[in-house]
């Protein structure tokens, strides 16, 4: 876990030499617990956060700033300037009008066409507007913009190779999905020079070896993908339908759509799950801000001493006595001022009363974007598979499986991530010959199956959005 920087308020960064030195030495370490050298190692598979960015100078590799997380903040301003302006307002109008004539999905995007603080476009805007090296170097063609993942190919291959995969690429929101390339009327719109983006390449790729320097002999990095996509592949959900979702720092909630490309709207966006050859699968995806966060701010506050007993603690009462948990510590994409807060606070609340709050409002949350969900995504939903850190939470899996009525399953191993890369970079060095294979390997530990009636949830689930009415706009 490479430590967070907070330089500024709202102000969320990494240290690219720290999360490269980790990221060098988590290798070295898993190899070495295995008990294996690294010539036995065929390939790699990268999976990394998304829409963390960073530039750097493309003729000495010298970054301009620190990592800007997908957490960030700096942008607020940015992104509320922008919801309000007239322009963005006119660029609804003529894409809505575009849409009625053509019929195209394609024009349906930027007619709800909203900015947020998760998304890269403003806060790479803004880089642009306030780092005069990043500026100067971008108009002598010198500027590299990369993620996580491009970053670390680009470390790997000392410089040789600076590319990025469909998956990271579409996370950014500066990808168009619908033409598989870099948006030039995004980028216009928001003076950010097109020169400094890197090549798309398939997720399950050769995209070429690492220097022997690194690891003392070269080793082929066979997959780059984003973490949420490689996750959705690690649940080995392959097919329409197929539902993941992951809670871990975040929430994310990911449909597969096939071929199929929804335009966003409702709170969801598309994005590009993996294209393996000429096979590209589209997912739906919603979020949810601060459900890890939430819970380890909560531990380091003490109100439990241990992640593993929350649930137990959440049990022991019937209810949460009024007590609401209103989310907002990392802040909300949609509103950067949501207050977060306890509401319903009594001199007879406790310990497990804060505890059942916060994790209720985990599953409160998930019930909200899955009826969003229902009601966009034209698609029958088949399997709902969970993973993440929370979905070790039994309270938090058991009481959203009541609230949406339907069956939720498990994995053995939560870490869905580093499996989906490693499933994606064994496909492409001939590992494993199709993904029916993949299938054969999938464990599941639990399935939470409804037991209450969603109504029973009511009056709790009402407390709550009251509760949430008050928060925003701090």
């Known amino acids: 876990q490479v ?42 598979g990268i999976s990394t956060q998304r829409g963390t960015f960073i530039t750097w100078h493309k003729r000495t590799g010298k970054p301009f700033h620190n990592f800007i997380s997908w957490q960030d903040l700096r942008s607020a301003e940015l992104v509320n300037s922008w919801n309000k302006s007239l322009l963005l307002k006119a660029i609804h109008v003529v894409f809505t009008v575009l849409h009625f004539l053509t019929g195209s999905d394609r024009y349906l995007a930027p007619s709800f066409l ?29 500027c590299c913009f990369g993620t996580v993942d491009t970053w670390l190919l680009y470390r790997l291959t000392k410089g040789s190779v600076y590319a990025t995969d469909y998956s990271n690429a ?41 220097d022997s320097e690194i690891f003392g002999v070269p080793i082929p990095i066979m997959a780059m993908v984003a973490d949420q996509q490689s996750a ?20 994310f909630w990911n449909v597969n759509t096939g071929e199929q490309l929804f335009a966003s709207q409702g709170g969801l ?11 590209v699968v589209y997912l739906t995806e919603g979020s949810i801000s601060d459900i890890g966060t939430a819970i380890k701010w909560a531990l380091d506050i003490e109100i439990f001493t241990n992640v593993d007993e929350t649930a137990e603690m959440a049990q022991s009462i019937a209810d949460s006595q009024g007590v609401c948990f209103i989310p907002g510590i990392q802040v909300s994409g949609d509103d950067p001022y949501l207050c977060a807060s306890f509401m319903g606070l009594k001199p007879s609340t406790t310990r497990s009363h804060l505890v059942r709050a916060i994790l209720e409002s985990v599953a409160f949350r998930n ?8 009601k966009k995504v034209q698609i029958p939903l088949r399997t709902i598979r969970a993973d993440g850190g929370v979905s070790n939470n039994s309270f938090v899996m058991q009481m959203t499986s009541d609230l949406i009525n339907k069956k939720i399953e498990k994995p053995a191993n939560v870490d869905m991530s580093s499996l989906g890369a490693a499933f994606l970079a ?28 969603p109504e029973e949830y009511r009056p709790a689930m009402d407390a709550w959005l009251q509760a949430m009415k008050r928060s925003p706009h701090w």
């Not at 507007?129 to 100067?136: G, T, Y």
């Not at 950010?192 to 070429?208: E, Q, R």
């Not at 959705?232 to 929430?251: A, R, S």
């Open 269 to 279: 966006y598309p994005l590009i799950g993996w294209k393996i050859g000429e096979e």
């Open 367 to 374: 019930k909200l974007l899955y009826d969003v969900i229902v």
């Open 232 to 251: 959705m592949f690690g649940e080995c959900c392959f097919h329409p339908g197929d539902v993941k979702l992951t809670m871990g720092t975040g929430g």
């Open 170 to 210: 579409s996370s950014t929101g500066i990808f168009e999905p619908f033409t598989k390339c870099w948006n030039p009327t995004l980028c216009n719109l928001l003076s950010i020079p097109m020169s400094i983006y890197p090549s798309v390449k398939d997720t399950s790729f050769n995209f070429g070896s690492a």
């Open 3 to 44: 430590e967070t920087l907070y330089p500024r308020p709202g102000w969320v960064e990494l240290d690219p030499e720290v999360l490269w030195s980790q990221f060098i030495g988590v290798i070295k370490d898993a190899v070495q617990a295995a008990g294996l050298h690294m010539r036995q190692i065929a390939g790699l």
């Open 426 to 453: 064994g496909l492409a060095s001939g590992f494993w010959t199709d993904k029916n294979q993949l299938k054969k390997l999938r464990r599941v530990e639990a399935v939470f199956e409804p037991q209450k009636d």
């Open 114 to 142: 909203t900015f947020s603080t998760h998304q890269t476009s403003l806060k790479l805007s803004w880089v642009f507007r306030n780092i005069h090296e990043a500026e100067e170097a971008a108009k002598k063609n010198n």
